[in-house]
């Protein structure tokens, strides 16, 4: 669909992924006309590249999750020459759930209380009991594999499918973390393990999920969500480039002005815009648009989460690279503050599986087998006898750490592109210094006959996080606890641009619970406007 100058819609979302999808659901099943404009388009499930026997080579190319490798037309590049972390995202309708490993937890209490516990950083103006509904109703249109009871989590419903198998590198770990007294848990994954969802098949365990899953057992938000908005009444607009929020004389957000894909520019006018274009894209628009920025934090404070990685080499083979790659146990042993460590806040270690035979030969995120005499040897004794524990740290928000608009890297319209700044702070690289040992010990209790380390993984900003941050103060956020500006009455973000922390896990099921709880409550401030 396209939409032509002079259009008005009600309600105008910026963004087809995790949080568009889900806050569009909500709004068009309250009878509120939904339009959202998207960058991307559908993927094309026949046509996969995990589908090929070239799935490593395009996971490398044509499928890699950064826009900067991809370049696709709808991929605007990201200047991030100076960044330590090189911001990941997928540009289409379900945003990067295209391309997730699916993993699927929760923020615990703790986690939006950082400053009253622990001194550091700001408490979140909203908590988890408030989420703590959505996180139900969210699980159940996904669909959770998983187990319920987690001694170190607050209570949940019992998930919707039995736990993804732990394979042969998650049960060993389990072992070893038995043996060191660590506590473990099957991760909760959005990835069926029995039937879940209308048009939606069972996990197979082909492995490749980041590619796209061609029997979509893996969820996603464009196979969840998008079909039933759609159903409920939502538009939605693909290929459509948005380049400005642009407003009116009292300060109130108008409509948008979007390119479509040959380039030509198109308005839309709203009487409510709604951002979902995550942590990179909603600071970009916010900063072209030049609004929303009383504070002047937008852009600022934001947060990945610096992942380092310890794979351990086991004599017997593990065929550890069966099975949806990021799915197993997760061991949150040392994930809240502890005065006797030299850092705040924490880390969990999550059990990830093994490559390929392509990645095991020329390397990718886990190190590669040495080239050179003895190549063939190495390889036979590493590829299926491998697994990997990534050690994943709480990010405390630092102003350094920011997206702006490049001077000189402009999009294929000629719009100034995003530019990432970002260093892991002193507080991070000790965390993840004190996990790596403890992978290492974890390997070491585990019987690897090797152990090799990535220290920090570079191209790993999957979780675009805090650029809009929530809070109560006008002067140090820029959205309130309901995702409303505070400078523009009328604009909502409800991506992970709102995170106030990033707590030490995937940000996913959180992204959509605050969207759903964003949603309820524009609703009913309509609802109580109308009435009075």
């Not at 102003?399 to 530019?419: H, Q, W, Y």
């Not at 700044?421 to 585990?446: H, K, W």
């Not at 991506?495 to 949603?519: E, K, Y």
Request: with cysteine; charged share 20%; net charge neutral.
């Amino acid at each position: 669909m396209t939409a032509g100058r002079g259009d008005t819609v009600d309600c105008l979302i910026v963004g087809a992924g995790a949080a568009g999808a889900a806050f569009a659901w909500r709004l068009a099943s309250a009878g509120i006309a939904v339009t959202c404009l998207e960058q991307g388009d559908w993927a094309d499930y026949s046509a996969l590249p995990s589908l090929g026997n070239d799935w490593e080579a395009a996971r490398q190319s044509t499928h890699h999750p950064s826009s900067n490798i991809r370049r696709k037309r709808c991929d605007p590049p990201i200047d991030d020459a100076d960044a330590a972390i090189k911001p990941l995202m997928y540009n289409g309708v379900g945003g990067s759930t295209i391309h997730w490993g699916a993993h699927f937890p929760r923020f615990r209490p703790s986690d939006f209380r950082v400053r009253t516990l622990d001194g550091v950083a700001d408490d979140w103006p909203i908590r988890y009991e408030d989420l703590a509904p959505y996180y139900e109703e969210n699980d159940a249109i996904v669909g959770v594999a998983g187990l319920a009871g987690d001694p170190g989590n607050p209570p949940r419903s019992p998930r919707q499918m039995a736990p993804v198998p732990l394979g042969g590198g998650g049960a060993r770990m389990a072992a070893a973390f038995d043996r060191l007294g660590w506590r473990w848990w099957p991760a909760d994954m959005a990835i069926n393990t029995a039937t879940h969802g209308e048009g939606r098949s069972v996990c197979n365990n082909c492995g490749p999920c980041d590619l796209g899953c061609p029997t979509k057992a893996r969820s996603s938000a464009d196979v969840t969500y998008w079909p039933m908005a759609l159903k409920s009444g939502a538009r939605l607009i693909t290929g459509a480039s948005v380049f400005r929020i642009e407003t009116d004389s009292r300060g109130l957000a108008t409509g948008v002005a979007y390119f479509d894909r040959d380039g030509s520019v198109h308005r839309v006018k709203a009487s409510i815009i709604v951002l979902a274009a995550n942590g990179v894209g909603t600071a970009r628009l916010l900063l072209l648009s030049d609004i929303a920025n009383r504070s002047g934090l937008v852009g600022r404070r934001l947060m990945h989460h610096p992942t380092g990685l310890v794979t351990g080499v086991f004599a017997e083979r593990l065929d550890d690279y069966k099975g949806p790659f990021a799915a197993s146990i997760l061991c949150q042993e040392f994930y809240e503050t502890d005065p006797g460590r030299p850092f705040k806040r924490g880390f969990q270690m999550q059990c990830v599986r093994a490559d390929g035979p392509v990645g095991t030969a020329c390397g990718g995120y886990l190190p590669r087998v040495p080239w050179g005499h003895g190549h063939h040897r190495a390889f036979l004794e590493t590829f299926a006898h491998t697994t990997s524990l990534t050690v994943t740290t709480e990010d405390l928000p630092e102003e350094i750490n920011r997206v702006t608009l490049s001077p000189t890297l402009k999009d294929r319209f000629g719009v100034p592109a995003a530019k990432t700044t970002y260093r892991v702070g002193p507080n991070a690289q000790a965390i993840l210094d004190f996990g790596l040992e403890r992978a290492t010990e974890a390997f070491a209790a585990a019987d690897a006959s090797r152990v090799e380390r990535v220290p920090l993984i570079a191209p790993a900003g999957f979780h675009l996080l805090g650029t809009a941050r929530m809070g109560g103060d006008p002067d140090s956020s820029v959205i309130n606890a309901d995702c409303v500006a505070h400078d523009v009455p009328n604009l909502l973000v409800v991506d992970g641009s709102v995170f106030v922390t990033a707590a030490a896990l995937n940000p996913t099921s959180t992204i959509q619970a605050i969207a759903l709880r964003a949603a309820d409550r524009l609703i009913a401030d309509r609802h109580n406007r109308r009435a009075v």
